[in-house]
């Protein structure tokens, strides 16, 4: 079982970037899906989950109306689309399988000019 998060980056308030996280060795298309972020000194918290059809989503008060859950499960991936991005939002970001107690191993985002 593996997930591999990508697409972190240093963009500046305001911008946008696009997290990826492909799955592997377990039935994507069947599990709820997360993306967490951990900021310095602070642990880690729920961004958003995603049901395993996609059909249903949560985002955490912080994040809502500026970042997307999606999947596609023909391709066992799941984004994490985050528009109007601030300085509070840089932390590593992780896909985690709950169900299958599986994290990835993080992408770094900063948001700084």
């Known amino acids: 079982v593996q997930l591999v998060e990508s697409g972190g980056g240093l963009v500046q308030p305001g911008g946008s970037l696009r997290l990826s996280c492909a799955a592997s060795?377990?039935?994507?298309?069947?599990?709820?899906m997360s993306w967490y972020r951990q900021a310095p000194g602070k642990g880690r918290e729920l961004v958003a989950r995603i049901s395993s059809a996609g059909g249903s989503t949560n985002y955490a008060d912080s994040v809502k109306g500026r970042f997307t859950i999606s999947r596609d499960n023909a391709k066992n991936t799941v984004y994490l689309q985050m528009n109007s991005l601030r300085p509070e939002d840089t932390a590593v970001y992780y896909c985690?399988?709950?169900?299958?107690?599986?994290w990835g191993q993080g992408t770094q985002v900063t948001v700084s000019s």
């Open positions: 060795g377990f039935t994507f298309s069947s599990y709820v």
């Open positions: 985690h399988a709950p169900s299958v107690r599986c």
